[in-house]
């Protein structure tokens, strides 16, 4: 799987893509491989507070319920109401159409994420691909 270059991941497997001061948060192709089948997906509410690493909602798919962690701070923005009826975009499209929330992103908490090829190398040493 080749990673888009334009976001910056997680070790926790969330990627974020930074426009101006807005974080759009997802979760990465091998996330989405671990969990199978999503059939529901909770996020938190417009106008929450996220800590950067703290738990910021859970994805139920046919195998578990995993929490998904916020790799930036800031404040909810936006959330992908298409996932409410569609979870399975989460599968089919994790990189696009299946992102989770928009936050207003605070300064500098995207530090110490990954570029796409530190991703894939940490994939790599971890065993995953």
């Known amino acids: 799987m080749s990673y888009p270059e334009d976001r910056r991941y997680a070790k926790s497997h969330e990627w974020v893509l930074v426009d101006g001061n807005t974080a759009t948060i997802g979760i990465t192709s ?5 969990l199978g089948d999503v059939v529901f997906v909770e996020l938190p509410a417009v106008g929450s507070t996220l800590e950067r690493d703290g738990a910021m909602g859970n994805i139920e798919s046919v195998k578990a319920v995993s929490e998904v962690f916020a790799p930036v701070a800031g404040e909810v923005v936006e959330v992908n109401g298409a996932l409410e009826a569609r979870p399975e975009l989460l599968n089919t499209d994790p990189h696009g159409e299946g ?7 605070a300064p500098g908490s995207d530090a110490n994420l990954l570029t796409a090829a530190e991703y894939e190398a940490f994939l790599a040493e971890e065993g995953a691909h």
Do not use: K
């Open 30 to 34: 091998y996330a989405q491989e671990q």
């Open 99 to 105: 992102w989770l929330v928009r936050v207003n992103m």
